[in-house]
């Protein structure tokens, strides 16, 4: 079966320090995977996706950016914090057509 | 285009009375419609799927939903709430195809459920 790992849990950042999330997938192939944020009492924000390695599309302009090293992971990264990318990170795959599975998150706040 | 309305922000009941949950919908191609939960600090379960087969959907823990075009909603019920379901539940719609098949979420509705 299928799992969906997000490392680290929570994290706590100073402003202008650098980031990266981690998300791997794992028991499929060339998933199509996303990065979601959810800031405290909203919807979900769809950040990037990615329909294959090295494939990144970016659904709004912001501080973070995204890359795809490896068929199953997906990193989000930010070279300096701001307050306002304080939330929580969601990834999630899709296999063609099949449902989007998300993965546990990561609660970040920036300092 | 696509986009969620979530009509409830917030939902209250008391254990043991019905749960209804409301969407509507609008897309510009044959959707495809999803509820998921979030419990606190948790990530998304997914709780039922329509994806043009039966129009009543069954899922997870006793939910259901049922897809009506005509009136373009999509709302999720349940007979008897459960202390468990207090959550936070969202709908979300698709296109029926695609290649990155971007989800559109709702703003979410807060079930609290009371003794």
């Known amino acids: 079966s299928q799992t969906i790992h997000q490392w680290p849990a929570t994290l706590v950042q100073p402003v202008g320090s650098p980031l990266s999330l981690e998300c791997t997938v794992e028991g499929t192939s060339n998933p199509n995977l996303y990065w979601y944020r959810q800031a405290a009492g909203r919807g979900l924000q769809l950040l990037f996706y990615s329909v294959g390695i090295g494939q990144i599309s970016s659904e709004v302009p912001q501080n973070l950016s995204a890359s795809r090293p490896q068929d199953r992971q997906f990193i989000l990264s930010s070279k300096k914090l701001l307050l306002s990318d304080s939330g929580f990170y969601l990834c999630?795959?899709?296999?063609?057509?099949?449902?989007?599975?998300f993965g546990p998150g990561t609660r970040l706040l920036v300092l | 285009a696509q986009s969620v309305t979530q009509l409830d922000s917030h939902v209250s009941v008391s254990e043991g009375t019905p749960v209804l949950l409301r969407c509507n919908y609008s897309?510009?191609?044959?959707?495809?419609l999803f509820w998921y939960v979030q419990h606190p600090n948790k990530g998304l379960q997914l709780l039922l799927k329509?994806?043009?087969?039966?129009?009543l959907v069954k899922g997870i823990n006793g939910f259901e939903a049922e897809f009506k075009k005509s009136e373009t909603s999509f709302h999720l019920t349940k007979p008897s709430a459960h202390m468990s379901d207090a959550a936070e539940y969202f709908c979300v719609v698709t296109p029926l195809t695609g290649t990155a098949s971007k989800l559109t979420f709702g703003t979410g509705t807060r079930l609290q459920v009371t003794l």
């Open positions: 897309s510009s191609y044959s959707p495809s």
């Open positions: 329509y994806t043009s087969a039966a129009t």
């Open positions: 999630a795959w899709r296999e063609k057509l099949e449902t989007q599975y």
